[in-house]
């Protein structure tokens, strides 16, 4: 079963909660899946039982056609969020992190030209690997975090948080005007262009910050 762990694989002492995600929120990833830019965050929830740890192998599903990685910077909420400003919002970060929102492209692109929900090809068991969590004290800056994704040795995704259409205290004001935010909860913050299809037996390497390295492998 999951639970939140910090770099030395310790247990944090926050319960698992929901995982709010930022869609389209480098504009370079909506260019390349040729979607608009939104005017203001447009946000998704995954439940608790999409969380894995990075460490066992990533189980995808199979038959669904392709699997996308899309890596994005994790931030893990300490205090409770509600009608909360970006101050308020920023000093409620006790952990930052790297997680994967696997997407299942297809199902996804068929639910889009239906008018539907993105769910089933978002919110699926396993399809939010997440790393550990390191302390935001001990990173210089937030709003200026390098991070990427190597598979199989070839660089696929690399960015910045200082690309975001919405700082990270803005983005996470803006989901607690919409719902409350728990301690527990992790927020995706959203992924540059480079999202690619998964297979079988891969081999990634996620890094955050050009210092913090994480490793999976897919099963087969």
Sequence with gaps: MYQHRDLQGQPLPYGVGKVVCVGRSYADHAAELNNPIPSEPLLFIKPASSLV????????????????????????IGRRLCQADAAQAMSAIV??????DLTLRDVQDTLKKQGHPWERAKAFDGSCPISPFVDPDTLMDLGA????????GQLRQTGNTRDLMWPIGDLLAFMSQCFTLEPGDIVLTGTPKGVAELRAQDSLELQLNGQLPFSATVSE
């Design 145 to 152: 975090l390098d991070f990427s994704l190597m598979v199989n």
């Design 53 to 76: 740890g990075l460490t066992a192998p990533l189980v995808l599903p199979k038959g669904q056609g392709a699997i996308h990685h899309e890596v994005e910077v994790a931030l893990l």
């Design 95 to 100: 952990g930052v992190g790297l997680a994967l």
